[in-house]
């Protein structure tokens, strides 16, 4: 499965919670679908969520 057609079913899922849910439905998918890829990457290895916790509460720096 290439990118593009995760893509498209990305979009028609967000576009069906919009439809049906409202802005709400909309913007709770949207969150969601952030925390999953979040997740998705520290799971891979491919993101220190410490690193990033401390980034954002000003600990150390990104660079």
């Known amino acids: 499965m290439n990118l ?3 893509g498209i079913g ?3 899922f967000v576009a069906f919670m919009a ?3 409202g802005l709400w439905g909309f ?8 925390i999953g890829a979040l997740l998705g990457r520290a799971a891979d290895g491919k993101l220190d969520l410490r690193s990033v916790l401390d980034a954002l509460t000003g600990r150390r720096s990104s660079s």
């Open 4 to 6: 593009t057609v995760v």
């Open 10 to 12: 990305i979009g028609a």
């Open 19 to 21: 439809f049906q849910f």
């Open 27 to 34: 913007v709770i998918a949207l969150l969601f679908m952030g």
